[in-house]
């Protein structure tokens, strides 16, 4: 399914799809997942004003979506450099996330998400870390040399926000991805179920 998915999507990058699809099946085997169909990976190793989020519909191979998506203020600049699961911390969480519910808030349009990884992203709700749209997401911010960054939140074009958050909602899965040794070492999910690590604390 990797070479399949991208070979037709090639700013889509292989290995971080592969993390992201053993890390989702993992989760539906896991919890209660109402939509494994689809999953949307982010991957945060890639420049802020590339296309860096993809909706993937798993059972029809086919990329629905291929967006720009900001990062949290304190995560990096161009690139994302750090992560947190920390309160106040306007960094970034990487892991798999559950969407959860929709709703109207000072962000517009935003979709509540749950972090399924301890000590890497379940302080999601706590933090509000939500999908939304964010006018400092668009075609263009490159000569500025980077995204406009949120607290934290993954935001995106307020063009393509509705429509991917229509797409995702209510059950399917969220995989957060960088390169991160901690994360990958220890993750529940990338290293197969039941696995037994036991996730860092909270940084």
């Known amino acids: 399914m990797v070479h399949a998915l991208t070979a037709g999507t090639p700013r889509l990058e292989p290995s971080a799809l592969d ?8 989760a539906a085997q896991s919890v209660a997942v109402p939509r494994p169909g689809i999953v949307t990976l982010i991957d945060y190793s890639r420049a ?10 798993v059972a029809h191979r086919q990329v629905l979506f291929e967006e720009l998506v900001a990062h949290g203020r304190e995560t990096g600049g161009n690139f994302a450099e750090r992560f947190s699961n920390r309160d106040g911390s306007l960094q970034s969480s990487l892991g798999v996330f559950l969407t959860a519910d ?14 399924l990884e301890p000590g890497f992203n379940d302080r999601a709700r706590a933090r509000a870390i939500v999908m939304h749209g964010a006018q400092y997401v668009r075609p263009g911010m490159e000569t500025q040399g980077r995204l406009g960054r949120s607290w934290g939140c993954p935001a995106l074009s307020l063009s393509s926000a509705r429509q991917v958050i229509d797409t995702i909602k209510g059950g399917s899965l969220v995989v957060a991805y960088y390169p991160d040794a901690g994360w990958l070492q220890q993750s529940r999910f990338v290293n197969g179920c039941g696995s037994g690590l036991v996730a860092r604390n909270a940084n």
């Open 19 to 26: 993390v992201a699809l053993r890390a989702a099946s993992c």
């Open 102 to 115: 929709t709703y109207v808030g000072e962000n517009g349009y935003s979709l509540r998400l749950d972090g």
């Open 48 to 57: 802020s004003t590339l296309p860096r989020l993809w909706v993937i519909d």
